[in-house]
């Protein structure tokens, strides 16, 4: 059992209380009246406000980087690179692009603008209250679904994770102190998942519930949000890399694999599981060699995180099965499970156990990707590409159609831009609605473009 | 040593491994006797470095081989899912006299494959241990079997061990000509086993009641229902094995060994844990029925185990967690050395068994391999 400031430290804002049913009710219906506040603001505002608090988390002491680090499991190495990459990843123009590409301008997030084609007037709203049910401790992840029920003008309510609930908590305390308007729109708390008389206080409360997590969690969470509430899932996803043969040459593209295979020690949704490399068995096997070399490298300056006893056991047993695998070979860390290239005969797409575990497959040619994709279709999301623009199309041609959301240049599958449609769709034009003022039939039908 | 060579000393471990083996369990104060380990250790290494093509290539590129061995804590162990891989034996597979394999726990994943080439040294492996702690007193029991018969199961590991021990005391203990298996094609048949058990316990015949440990889970769920009790006849014991999670509701040890007290009158000194693999030979028992206090795995002498950390794989401090390593001389004919995914604490003199690794469910929006079975479950 939390102590009572164990407890208090695991809330924002912080409270001493335990929570019960009716105070997450209470709590709700304050960040719904916050609402009116944050809607005042214009986004250009809560744009600048959330460059200062991120700039402030790029620059957080060792003893909160500590903090993080503990909660997470991370190493503190990958805790700072982290901070500091979520504000080149949000930064104004970045978040401006985002706006852009979905809605076409921040004007409707204002109030009522004129439409592009003459034919009238619309503003988009936000939920009148968010709740996020959130999975893990990848940064990026987190911060992206606050920040775009900010960009809406949502206040949120963060259910947070069970493990690692230090970062959401410590990217509230810092939007908060830069704006109080924004502090009053969010909190973040937590309950046991059993316990569904809160499951119901807040998604009866919310207009949209937003959930990331396994396949399980989101079978639960469906079964629990009443059918008058939005609910959009984030369910587990997969990514893989592709490398055209002549680019499994040069040290400078094995150190990209490896960059991807090491952010966030592979956590995230766009963390490569398996590498593909057109051509032969030997050549896959130089390049394993060359990716783990520059793993090897990696981990002497960002090494990987504390692993529970049984993810250290996971990577042990993938490791001893590949060792007697027909082809196969293994590349690994010696005397501790810190980083492991398994290169595997065998084309089908192989899930890793994760923690900077990856496989590396050749592949004849891109035409034999579907088949080998084809069982773990459903979860794709991104695929890292060699090569040049040519090939990522090529790449993007082959592996479109079976799911993938996103084709990019290797050593930046981990740094999607803010504008990036994750899962496949657009993420704050997800969040809004709409209201349309009409014009006259006259003056739409003069505004009309003329065929 | 090959060839000819390696055949004749094969048969002569076999024969010196079962003959230590049927000197049979010493008492657990007896210190254990490290020459002679050491001794078969190094001979059934030199022998499987030589006859196993796979483990030999494998002990090479870390370095080991029978003449730079330095103790059997260096013989390099093979993870146990590498049985999914390869057939890991000495011999021509298909020479097999059994194929024991894993449960697979979902469709499509491989399964593990145990490849016995005599069934003599296994059985000479299990019987004196599991008479040592299931039937220390050589009461005569009759065995109620929570489980499938051997013939309806032949590649289980688990259905062959219990056929072997119910089978080593024939008929003579047994009472009645009821059924002993009360699994079949529909599943478990519990009103069967209630009610076998209600007629041994009305006859005054002391039970020995075994099966895996979700099945019991549900015989208690069936006489729960009816608020039934069968106090079993003095001696009556159980013996349990696997896990408690995954197959039924989650239910904890402690509270499954109380309504196995209060369900069934069997106390607790009279309910022996077992821990075995498909991948071994050779088993462990809790010591509760020849008077150990504490629940802990003691390896047979033939055996030794240690919990070591799966981060570096050196052994960790007593009461410490880790992953289990045992090497199993009754494995002689396929991988003695073998690096397992259970978790267990090192106990003075022993283990305890903590259930298998659950693997690395995913700490953020990936899916771990895990994870992903689970979905298609």
């Known amino acids: 059992m939390p102590s009572a400031d164990g407890d208090r430290c695991q809330r924002f804002p912080p409270a001493a209380e335990p929570l019960t049913p009716a ?333 900077r575990l990856v496989y590396i497959k050749p592949i004849v040619s891109l035409a034999a990707l579907p088949a080998a994709l084809a069982p773990v279709a459903p979860y794709l999301q991104t695929a890292g590409a060699g090569g040049d623009d040519a090939f990522r199309l090529a790449v993007a041609e082959v592996c479109g159609p079976l799911g993938v959301a996103r084709v990019c240049p290797l050593g930046q599958m981990q740094q999607p831009p803010a504008d990036w449609r994750h899962d496949g769709r657009p993420r704050l034009l997800e969040l809004l609605r709409w209201t349309d003022i009409d014009r006259t039939q006259a003056a739409m039908g003069a505004a009309r473009p003329t065929a | 040593m090959q060839g000819q060579p390696a055949e004749r000393e094969r048969a002569a471990l076999a024969t010196e491994l079962a003959a230590w083996m049927a000197e049979g369990i010493p008492p657990p104060s007896t210190p254990p006797d490290e020459q002679r380990f050491a001794a078969f250790a190094q001979r059934v ?136 298996y009360f699994a079949g094609p529909a599943g478990l048949d519990l009103e069967g086993a209630a009610q076998r058990l209600a007629g041994l316990a009305a006859a005054g015949a002391p039970v020995l009641l075994m099966g895996a440990a979700f099945a019991f889970v549900h015989l208690l769920d069936h006489l729960a229902t009816a608020a039934r009790r069968i106090p079993l006849p003095a001696g009556s014991r159980i013996m349990d094995t696997g896990g408690y999670k995954g197959r039924s509701r989650e239910v904890s040890k402690t509270d499954l060994y109380r309504m196995y007290t209060t369900a069934l009158g069997i106390p607790d000194d009279h309910i022996v844990n077992e821990y075995g693999m498909t991948e071994m030979s050779s088993q462990f028992y809790d010591g509760v029925l020849r008077g150990e206090r504490t629940r802990r795995k003691m390896p047979p002498p033939w055996v030794r185990t240690r919990v070591v950390d799966p981060e570096t794989l050196a052994p960790v401090p007593l009461g410490t967690t880790g992953v289990l390593w045992h090497l199993d001389l009754a494995n002689l004919d396929s991988v003695a050395a073998l690096q397992t995914a259970d978790l267990g604490v090192a106990l003075h003199g022993g283990f305890e068994v903590l259930g298998r690794a659950a693997g690395s469910a995913a700490r953020g929006c990936s899916l771990a391999v895990e994870d992903l079975l689970h979905a298609q479950r």
């Open chain 1, 23 to 355: 105070r997450l009710s209470t709590l709700a219906a304050a960040l719904r009246t916050a609402g009116a506040g944050l809607s005042a603001m214009p986004v250009h505002a809560i744009i600048a406000t959330v460059n200062r608090a991120l700039t402030r988390l790029a620059g957080t002491d060792a003893v909160n980087v500590a903090k993080l680090a503990a909660a997470s499991g991370y190493h503190p190495a990958t805790v700072r690179a982290g901070l500091r990459d979520l504000s080149l990843a949000f930064s104004t123009q970045q978040l401006e692009h985002l706006i852009e590409r979905e809605i076409g301008g921040p004007g409707p997030l204002d109030g009522f603008a004129a439409r592009p084609d003459g034919r009238g007037w619309s503003r988009a709203f936000g939920p009148a209250l968010s709740v996020l049910v959130m999975a893990g401790s990848v940064y990026p992840a987190v911060a992206e679904s606050v920040i775009l029920c900010l960009l809406a003008k949502s206040p949120c309510l963060l259910k947070l994770p069970s493990r690692d609930p230090a970062f959401a908590l410590m990217l509230c305390a810092a939007l908060a102190g830069e704006d109080e308007r924004l502090g009053r729109a969010l909190a973040a708390v937590s309950w046991p998942a059993w316990d569904h008389q809160m499951h119901a206080a807040a998604f009866g409360a919310a207009e949209t519930v937003i959930a990331y997590g396994g396949a399980e969690a989101m079978a639960a969470v469906r079964a629990l949000v009443p059918p008058a509430v939005r609910l959009i899932t984030h369910g587990p996803k997969l990514s893989l890399a592709v490398i055209p043969a002549a680019d499994a040459q040069p040290a400078a593209v094995a150190e990209a694999v490896a960059a991807d295979v090491a952010a966030y020690d592979q956590q995230g949704c766009v963390s490569p599981h398996t590498i593909y490399v057109t051509g032969s068995l030997d050549s896959a096997t130089a390049f394993g060699e060359r990716v783990a070399a520059a793993l090897a490298a990696r981990e002497r300056e960002q090494p990987r995180g504390m692993l529970t006893p049984s993810a250290a056991v996971a990577i042990r047993q993938a490791r001893g099965a590949a060792e007697f695998r027909p082809g196969a070979a293994v590349f690994a860390s010696s005397g501790s499970t810190a980083w492991t290239v398994i290169v595997d005969p065998e084309p089908a797409f192989a899930v890793s156990c994760l923690n």
């Open chain 2, 45 to 180: 290494f030199t022998y499987q470095f030589t006859a196993n093509l796979a483990y030999r290539r494998y002990c090479e590129w870390r370095g080991v081989t029978p003449e730079t061995l330095a103790g059997w804590q260096d013989i390099p162990a093979v993870a146990t899912d590498a049985f999914k891989e390869a057939s890991l034996t000495c011999f021509p597979p298909e020479r097999s006299e059994r194929i024991f394999e894993t449960s697979g726990t979902t469709q499509g994943e491989r399964r593990g494959r145990h490849y016995l080439r005599s069934d003599a040294l296994y059985r000479a492996a299990a019987l004196p241990n599991f008479d040592a702690h299931v039937r220390p007193d050589g009461r005569p029991l009759t065995p109620v079997v929570l489980f499938f018969a051997p013939a309806a199961l032949p590649s289980s590991s688990l259905a062959h061990m219990f056929g072997m021990v119910t089978g080593s005391w024939g008929s003579a203990g047994s009472h009645g000509d009821g059924h002993t």
